[in-house]
C-alpha cells in the first residue's frame, strides 16, 4: 500500500541522549516535512525538504536535525539540545516542490523523555 | 508565518445536531491556499479539503460544507446531521506565505459528538 510510514510508534529517551525517528514514503513524493504537536497546540514545522539533499529549517528547528539522502526518506533527529522534546512527530509528503499543494501526513511518533 | 486562529478550543453537540467549526486566518498576500484536516485519536491526520484563495466558492462533500469568505478572511466548515464517528479535533492551516514551504495550523478544535 502507498503511504508514509513513520517508525516506531513510541519512544522513550532518557535525558541527554538523542534519537532518530523514521519516515519513509513510497508515493514518489519530491517534499517532506517534519512537524512537532504539543498538546492542545497546532502543529509546529520543524524541517522541510523540497528534493534530495537539500533542506531548510521551519519555525522550531533548534535542537532538531534532519538528513534526505534518498527521496523515499527523511529521517528526524531530536538531540540533547531540544529542551523539551516530550511531543507528537509527525512527518508529512506532498507530490511537489512548491508551496500549496496538499501535504499528506503519516501516522506520527510518541517521544516521550524519561 | 501568517496566523489562523480556530477559536472554538472545544465543542459537544448530540448525533444529528449541525456544528459549524470556526477559522479566521491572516493574510498579507494575494495567493494563498486553505486546509483542513481531521485528526481522530489514532493521531493521523487526514486530508479534508484543499482551497485556493482565488476560488470562493463554496464546497459540499456529503455531510461536510466549506464556507470561503475573503472579505472577512474565514473559512468555516460545517457538519451536518453530525454523527459520533465525526469526533475529532479539526485544524484549518494555510500556506505560510513568503514563498515558504509548509503549512501554518490553527489549534484545533476538539469536536465531541454525544451519542
Known amino acids: 500500500d502507498g503511504g508514509i510510514t513513520q517508525s516506531p510508534k513510541y519512544l522513550f529517551r532518557k535525558e541527554g541522549q538523542n534519537v532518530t525517528l523514521s519516515c519513509e514514503q513510497n508515493?514518489?513524493?519530491?517534499?517532506m516535512y517534519w512537524y512537532r504537536q504539543d498538546p492542545g497546540q497546532g502543529l509546529r514545522l520543524i524541517y522541510y525538504?523540497?528534493?534530495?539533499?537539500?533542506?531548510q529549517k521551519g519555525d522550531i528547528a533548534e535542537g532538531y536535525s534532519v538528513s534526505r539522502e534518498k527521496k523515499e526518506s527523511f529521517p528526524l533527529t531530536v538531540t540533547s539540545a531540544q529542551k523539551n522534546p516530550t511531543a507528537f512527530y509527525l512527518c508529512?509528503?506532498?507530490?511537489?516542490?512548491?508551496?500549496?499543494?496538499?501535504?499528506?501526513f503519516g501516522e506520527g511518533s510518541w517521544l516521550t523523555v524519561v | 508565518a501568517q496566523k489562523v486562529t480556530q477559536a472554538q478550543t472545544e465543542i459537544s453537540v448530540v448525533e444529528k445536531e449541525d456544528v459549524t467549526l470556526d477559522c479566521v486566518y491572516e493574510?498579507?498576500?494575494?495567493?494563498?491556499?486553505l486546509f483542513w484536516y481531521k485528526q481522530p485519536p489514532s493521531g493521523e491526520l487526514v486530508f479534508l479539503i484543499r482551497?485556493?484563495?482565488?476560488?470562493?466558492q463554496n464546497e459540499i462533500s456529503g455531510r461536510y460544507s466549506w464556507n470561503f469568505q475573503k472579505s472577512t478572511s474565514s473559512f468555516n466548515f460545517t457538519i451536518t446531521a453530525s454523527q459520533v464517528v465525526d469526533s475529532a479535533v479539526y485544524f484549518c492551516?494555510?500556506?505560510?506565505?513568503?514563498?515558504?514551504?509548509?503549512?501554518?495550523f490553527g489549534k484545533g478544535t476538539h469536536l465531541i459528538i454525544q451519542p
Open positions: 525538504s523540497q528534493i534530495v539533499n537539500d533542506f
Open positions: 508529512a509528503s506532498s507530490g511537489q516542490r512548491t508551496t500549496g499543494n496538499t501535504i499528506y
Open positions: 492551516a494555510r500556506t505560510p506565505g513568503g514563498g515558504a514551504d509548509g503549512l501554518t
Open positions: 482551497r485556493n484563495s482565488f476560488d470562493e
Open positions: 508515493l514518489n513524493h519530491d517534499a
Open positions: 493574510t498579507r498576500d494575494t495567493t494563498y491556499y
